[in-house]
């Protein structure tokens, strides 16, 4: 959910445009799936991509076409790259998507399905909680170092753009979601390896922090998401009979963007009043 993936699937939508003139067929149409409702700044690119290859499926690759799409929609040179962020994004997300469980789905391509959350620390076995899944601790270190990166990339990108800025906003606002699982992963981690009582306890402070944090996520982000998009159905809304389990179907409100985030947040704040 939330954003394309590979170069706005530009290399998908290249290589359907090269068939489509290789058969001499009458055309072609590029889609974008509401399953996960992403906002449609992070779709536009794969649109003219589209454009650029439906015209003419040979006449760049897709480094070039990121360049020229940067230079006309933002006003970058090319030479200075400031699109880079948007690479780092694309894969973050894909951590982000089964960060905080263990099993289920939450992106549509793959099917939404039921879920289970990670376990917490327990508290009598300290550093148990960081074996059983050092591997994600591992992956959130690293996600932890390319939010930052991307960060970095989209406030100069901010600072440069001659316009435009408004995608860049829904860039920013989507890198401090995706970073939110990587928070509470690292604040559990540092939890569960914590030296002493002191340590613990500030860890457990901090731990507390995240929770509240993601308020304030959430607000942001739906701030600037609702510029131009509704983030809830109206009061007495009918969802579609169709028995799709769309992933965007599943609140009426905005919840359906955090499903894995408000449980867990739920869980660990009981977990941290036992």
Known sequence: PFMP???SRSEYIKGFSQLVAENHLEGILATAW????????TV????????????????RDIPAFKQAHAQREFGFRPEDNRMLFLDELEKAIFFFDGALVTSGRRNPAWGTTTFTLMDLPDKTKP????????DKIAQAKMEAGRYEKISDGIKTAEAKALRNRYTLQ???????????????ILALHDYDVAKDETDRQAAMAEISKVCDYFETMRSNLESVYSETRFMEQPEGFISDQNHHNHLASKTNNSDWWYYYEIPMIQK???????
């Open 44 to 59: 536009w690119r794969g649109f003219i991509a589209q454009g650029e290859f439906g015209w003419n499926p040979s006449a």
């Open 127 to 134: 550093g148990a909680w960081s074996e059983l899944y050092k």
């Open 268 to 274: 660990v704040r009981s977990w941290i009043n036992k």
């Open 5 to 7: 993936r590979r170069d």
């Open 170 to 184: 829904v860039y920013e606002q989507t890198n401090h979601l995706q970073n939110y699982p990587v928070r509470l």
């Open 34 to 41: 509401d399953d996960g409702s992403p906002h449609l700044e």
